[in-house]
């Protein structure tokens, strides 16, 4: 499990920094990647990486800000001009579908592939995805409706210790099977193995949480609380706190206390202002590092690894 950040900016793209986008690479787990937002040009962002357009299986968007949705339409569209026939999930507020059904109809786009648009309830909820990943959205504070997101993964049941059964000199076959399930097995000799003797513990399921645009607000603390991941916005440095307020957004200093408050492995933060450039950003992160010792402001095209607990 990866996360690639395809744009970092706040609003307008800058030439460091793009527009909203996010790519969770599930490759190893689920041979998919799952996107959340899709601002303008993010297929662009994405040719200078190895994301395969085909590969994206699911896409969830925070809110209907163009800096948000702008580079949806297009992707949409190349996805299904580069062989992807697999069908995409699409997740987002009330408003989503008529935005880009009305983009495909007008532009005349026919897509290759099924296209299941599911608009989301503004109380918020669960979805219950494939093969027991589960995604938990709530609303967040942005004078919009803007959802934050919490991936859950499955549990990993544990892996049957085989160098300790070395010794019983069992075969391939059922035996085995019934051990790894944790069954008690009678072998021809008359031993008796109890299965959950012969088990690795279970290794629980990371969980990723990402946010979109937002005030500092309590729905965040309960997306994030012992997320392995958490990824906040810091629109404003610390003294910018009125003005972050007054339009909806968090400062790093704010996402650093929120972190700290749920517990969290790990902080990302993105959507960034234009405004700040070089040792500008580097205060950003500095802010919040003297809050949250595991906060990283991140750039785009930066990857890094979801590690388990």
């Given at each position: 499990m990866h996360l690639q950040f395809l744009g970092t900016g706040a609003g307008v793209p800058a030439k460091v920094r793009n527009v909203s986008a996010l790519a969770l690479k599930l490759l190893d787990e689920l041979n998919e990647v799952w996107l959340f937002d899709c601002g303008e040009a993010t297929q662009h962002q994405i040719l200078r990486t190895h994301i395969k357009p085909r590969k994206i299986r699911?896409?969830?968007?925070t809110?209907?800000?163009g800096d948000h949705i702008y580079g949806l339409p297009g992707l949409l569209s190349s996805r299904s001009n580069?062989?992807?026939q697999d069908p995409v999930d699409l997740y987002g507020p009330e408003g989503i579908k008529d935005f880009v059904l009305t983009s495909l109809r007008i532009s005349k786009t026919k897509l290759a592939y099924p296209l299941n648009i599911h608009?989301?309830?503004?109380?918020g909820g669960t979805l219950d995805l494939d093969k027991g990943w589960k995604a938990e959205y709530m609303p967040l504070e942005h004078g919009i409706l803007c959802f934050g997101y919490r991936i859950i993964e499955p549990d990993k049941v544990g892996q049957l210790l085989m160098d300790k059964l070395a010794a019983y000199e069992i075969p391939n076959g059922p035996i085995l099977g019934q051990l790894k399930a944790g069954a008690r097995v009678t072998l021809e000799d008359g031993r008796i193995l109890n299965g959950q003797d012969f088990l690795a513990p279970d290794q629980a399921g990371r969980i990723v949480t990402i946010l979109g645009d937002t005030r500092s607000c309590r729905n965040i603390l309960q997306l994030a609380r012992g997320a392995d991941v958490l990824v906040h916005e810091a629109t404003h440095q610390a003294s910018e706190a009125k003005i972050a307020r007054a339009y909806y957004h968090s400062t790093s200093a704010q996402a650093a206390q929120n972190a700290k408050q749920a517990h969290v492995k790990k902080l990302y933060l993105n959507h960034i202002s234009a405004r700040y450039l070089g040792k500008q950003c580097k205060q950003l992160e500095k802010e919040a590092q003297e809050i949250f010792s595991q906060a990283t402001l991140v750039n785009d095209f930066d990857e890094f690894e979801?590690?388990?607990s």
């Open positions: 699911r896409i969830f968007i809110h209907l800000h580069q062989a992807g608009e989301l309830s503004p109380q979801v590690l388990r």
